[in-house]
T-cell receptor, first 111, second 115 residues
Framework: SQQGEEDPQALSIQEGENATMNCSYK?????LQWYRQNSGRGLVHLIL?????REKHSGRLRVTLDTSKKSSSLLITASRAADTASYFC???????????FGKGTMLLVSP | NAGVMQNPRHLVRRRGQEARLRCSPM?????VYWYRQLPEEGLKFMVY????????ESGMPKERFSAEFPKEGPSILRIQQVVRGDSAAYFC?????????????FGDGTRLSIL
């Protein structure tokens, strides 16, 4: 299975702090994506990084990818209470047309 | 609302009944994916369909589960003779192409409860 694993499983921080979540996967990938899921809702796409990219930014989000270690990190800077959600990484592998999701990190940002 | 629409949002069935879950993809999207999510778990891929074709059903149980995406109308995930273990949230996603370089757009899911 190429399922990704996020860590930590849960993260609790104060507003204004940075949050870092990590994702590891097992096989070669074409792309890695990060999604957010608010309680009771569907997933929302945040950012995609290709296998030949090392870092990508989008607003307060910064994603890194290390294909030699088969890992990625998602950094949310200056967190807000509204960032409270579960965050999932998802990978697609050569020859596969589907995404494989990790188990996610639950982020709680307290005011 | 131009997003992915799933209905019903909540569905309660007794053991042995049938469950039908519907998904209307975003306008212009012809690729649909179904996932199952258990509490505090990630999404598990079930099936990937393009209009009138099943592209990949490797994640779907061979028995009791079926999926279709007809030329007209929504995609349907059908679970026959439901059992307690089928209780989960079922999510549908769509994309304009089948490429992994495209983000998938998700509906808000159907929460299936089996009594």
């Amino acid at each position: 299975s190429q399922q990704g694993e996020e860590d930590p499983q849960a993260l609790s921080i104060q507003e204004g702090e940075n949050a870092t979540m990590n994702c590891s996967y097992k096989t070669s990938i074409n792309n890695l994506q990060w999604y957010r899921q608010n309680s009771g809702r569907g997933l929302v796409h945040l950012i995609l990084i290709r296998s030949n990219e090392r870092e990508k930014h989008s607003g307060r989000l910064r994603v890194t990818l290390d294909t030699s270690k088969k890992s990625s990190s998602l950094l949310i800077t200056a967190s807000r209470a509204a960032d409270t959600a579960s965050y999932f990484c998802a990978t697609d592998a050569p020859g596969y047309s589907t995404l494989t999701f990790g188990k996610g990190t639950m982020l709680l940002v307290s005011p | 609302n131009a997003g992915v629409m799933q209905n019903p949002r909540h569905l309660v069935r007794r053991r042995g009944q049938e469950a039908r879950l519907r998904c209307s993809p975003m306008k212009g999207h012809s690729h649909v994916y179904w996932y199952r999510q258990l509490p505090e778990e990630g999404l598990k891929f079930m099936v990937y369909l393009q209009k009138e074709n099943i592209i990949d059903e490797s994640g779907m149980p061979k028995e009791r589960f079926s999926a279709e995406f007809p030329k007209e109308g929504p995609s349907i995930l059908r679970i026959q003779q439901v059992v307690r273990g089928d209780s989960a949230a079922y999510f549908c996603a769509s994309s304009p192409t089948g490429q992994g370089s495209q983000p998938q757009h998700f509906g808000d899911g159907t929460r299936l409860s089996i009594l």
